[in-house]
Structure formats: C-alpha cells, structure tokens
C-alpha cells in the first residue's frame, strides 16, 4: 500500500539555524499539508499546497517558514532561523483531491528538536 | 470551528482487556480518520471511517455521523497498542482538525 514517507525521522539543530524537513508524498496525490504538535500538544495545521502555490496557512506558518516542491516527488519544509519553541513533531500530508471526501494520508513524523 | 471531543483522556489497561474510545464531534462531518501515535511520536493511519463500521484485525471502528460520534474498538489489548490515539475531521476549509487524544497504557 502507498504510503507517505518524511526524512529524517529525528532532527537536532542549534537556535538560529536552518532546517528542512523532508516529505515523499504518495506519487498520485496533488494537495500536500503540513501538521505540527508541540510536545504533549494537539496536531495543528501550519500550511496546504497546491499547484505550487500555498493554499492557505495557519497564524502558526510565519515568515520563518516556507514550503517548496523542488522536483516531481518531494515536498519540503523549511524553517529559516530556528528558535526552541520550533521543537515539535513534523506531519507531513497528501491527498488525490481536496474537499471533505477526500482522505489526508499522513508521514510518521520528524521529531525536530532545537537546542 | 468544529470541536472535536475524545474520551477517556487516559486508559489503563490489562494486556488482553478490551476497550472502546470514543470522538464527539460538534458538527457534520464527511471524512472522519482515526490515528495512533506510538511512544516514538510516530503517527499511524487506522481508519478512514466517515461512516459505518470497518475492521482490521483486532480494531475496528465506527462512525455515526448523524449523532456527531465515532468508537475506536480495540480487542485483546497488547502492550505494543500503548500510545496516543487521535481522532480527527475535516473541516470545510480542507483542514484536519485533531482532538486531544485518549492516553492508552497497557500493563504487562
């Protein structure tokens, strides 16, 4: 069964630098999303995209954030100069289609820590 | 926007006990999907259930989604079934919106 994968499953870093977080989406999927959960949190959307394009984001996905689809099978996330509150766990999302009918199957997670 | 109600908020159990959870949710909802998040913090699909009832091994799941709930069953319960199930719709904007969760431990 096709599944979403996300690289690397664990992140460490220092305050201030970057990181991108890396998601496969399942190959047929057009809509892609990322999700975050702070430790001990509920998931929450940060960002949908679209076509190249963000669809909508989520008060949390500032300008220290940005998404790209580089090539035809990955989908990023980047987060410019990181700070400790950055450390949560990472979902990343795909789906065929948009709208209520359609499932969001979703990457195991990157757990991003910030030191 | 939608809430999304889960209980018990923790469940501790015997291994081999059975359990039900259980996902309110405020309002009609046409894609419903249930998660497990293992002690690694690793997210697992379980179910995509907008309605109805649907069986994988020893979990099954079900969905009414005019009275706004769903039921996790979990059967002959083993300690690798212990993390966090998450219970989650959609909302119109094409968002997930998750609950908090129920806390399951199963002992040994």
């Known amino acids: 069964e096709p599944e979403v994968t996300q690289t690397p499953s664990h992140q460490v870093t220092q305050m201030g630098q970057e990181v991108i977080l890396r998601c496969v989406p399942i190959?047929?999927?057009?809509?892609f999303y990322w999700y975050r959960q702070i430790l001990g949190q509920k998931v929450e959307f940060l960002v949908s995209f679209y076509n190249n394009e963000i669809s909508e984001k989520s008060e949390i996905f500032d300008d220290q954030f940005s998404v790209e689809r580089p090539d035809g099978s990955n989908f990023t996330l980047k987060i410019r100069s990181t700070k400790l509150e950055d450390s949560a766990m990472y979902f990343c999302?795909?789906?065929?289609?948009?709208?209520?009918?359609?499932?969001?199957?979703f990457g195991p997670g990157t757990r991003l820590t910030v030191l | 926007g939608i809430q999304v109600e889960q209980s018990p908020p923790d469940l501790i159990l015997q291994e081999g006990a059975n359990s039900t959870l259980r996902c309110n949710f405020s309002d009609s909802v046409n894609n419903l999907q249930w998660f497990h998040q293992n002690p690694w913090g690793q997210l697992i699909n379980l179910f995509y259930i907008p309605s109805g009832t649907k069986q994988n091994g020893r979990l099954s799941a079900t969905t009414v989604a005019t009275e706004r709930y769903s039921l996790l069953y979990i059967s002959s319960s083993q300690t690798t079934d212990s993390g966090v199930y998450f219970c989650?719709?959609?909302?119109?904007?094409?968002?997930?919106?998750f609950g908090k969760g129920t806390r399951l431990h199963i002992l040994p």
């Open positions: 190959s047929n999927h057009l809509y």
């Open positions: 989650a719709v959609k909302d119109r904007d094409d968002k997930i919106i």
């Open positions: 999302a795909s789906s065929e289609k948009r709208g209520s009918y359609n499932e969001q199957f």
